[in-house]
């Protein structure tokens, strides 16, 4: 069980703009973009950013996750999640990128857990 990479969730209303500034930020280049056409969403990869864009009223269900967990398996989160007190919000579920689930931890922090396909 291994956490593989920590994200920090940006939310925008304009994608070209954001990656372009947060390239020069990080002096990186984007690593991965893509359309959510199911949530009518787009995302971006900049280093240790991840960029979502949308619209406010689609972003406002999304705000209040700021934190992505890469992991090596996500049923072993879970059950550790579960074990020390952490609520699964939305129980994991197939995405573009491999499976994820949104969890509230024993503390209060929304985050999301990601298993990227390999």
């Known amino acids: 069980m291994k956490v593989q990479q920590i994200l920090s969730r940006i939310y925008v209303n304009e994608m070209d703009q954001a990656v372009v500034f947060y390239e020069k930020l990080l002096s990186e280049k984007c690593s991965m973009r893509f359309q959510h056409e199911k949530l009518h969403l787009e995302l971006a990869q900049v280093g240790t950013i991840l960029i979502i864009a ?18 090596d398996s996500i049923i072993k989160f879970k059950d550790f999640l579960l ?31 990601v298993e990227q396909r390999s």
């Open 54 to 71: 949308g619209s406010d009223e689609i972003l406002q269900s999304f705000r209040d996750t700021r934190t992505v967990f890469i992991v």
């Open 83 to 113: 074990m020390n007190g952490a609520t699964i919000m939305k129980d994991i579920k197939e995405t573009p990128t491999g499976l994820n689930m949104i969890v509230k931890h024993f503390d209060g922090t929304i985050a999301e857990y």
